[in-house]
């Protein structure tokens, strides 16, 4: 098992930057796939970002050229820089992994652990 702590969120006004963290303790952290999920009020939960071992990135297009995932294996840490804030990026951000490290599946079921999220704010 792997336990997913998020940090780094907060308020943030439009065109600001945050970046958020994601702490994995247990087993091996090279050995997952890791995402960023969010979800906004009354919204289902949407893929972000997902990298793989090997370095494989997806994001969903509404965050291509203004968001960056990465990984620190050697920190077991997942990061995401989030650049060029608008409202709609609004909503608890999720970190997620997957036992299987190649490829990074988009939806949700396809994840096996979850962190608690941290709360992304921003004010127009």
């Known amino acids: 098992q792997v336990q997913l702590v998020e940090s780094g969120g907060g308020l943030v006004q439009a065109g600001g930057s945050l970046r958020l963290s994601c702490a994995a303790s247990g087993r091996t952290f090279s050995q997952y796939t890791m995402a960023w999920f969010r979800q906004a009020p009354g919204k289902e939960r949407e893929f972000v970002a997902g990298?793989?071992?090997?370095?494989?990135?997806r994001y969903v297009d509404s965050v291509k050229g203004r968001f960056t995932i990465s990984r620190d294996n050697a920190k077991s840490t997942l990061y995401l820089q989030m650049t060029s804030l608008k409202p709609e990026d609004t909503a608890v951000y999720y970190c997620?992994?997957?036992?299987?490290?190649?490829?990074?599946?988009?939806?949700?079921?396809?994840?096996?652990?979850w962190g608690q999220g941290t709360q992304v704010t921003v004010s127009s």
């Open positions: 997620a992994a997957r036992s299987v490290p190649i490829l990074v599946p988009t939806t949700t079921r396809r994840y096996d652990y």
């Open positions: 990298i793989d071992l090997s370095g494989g990135i």
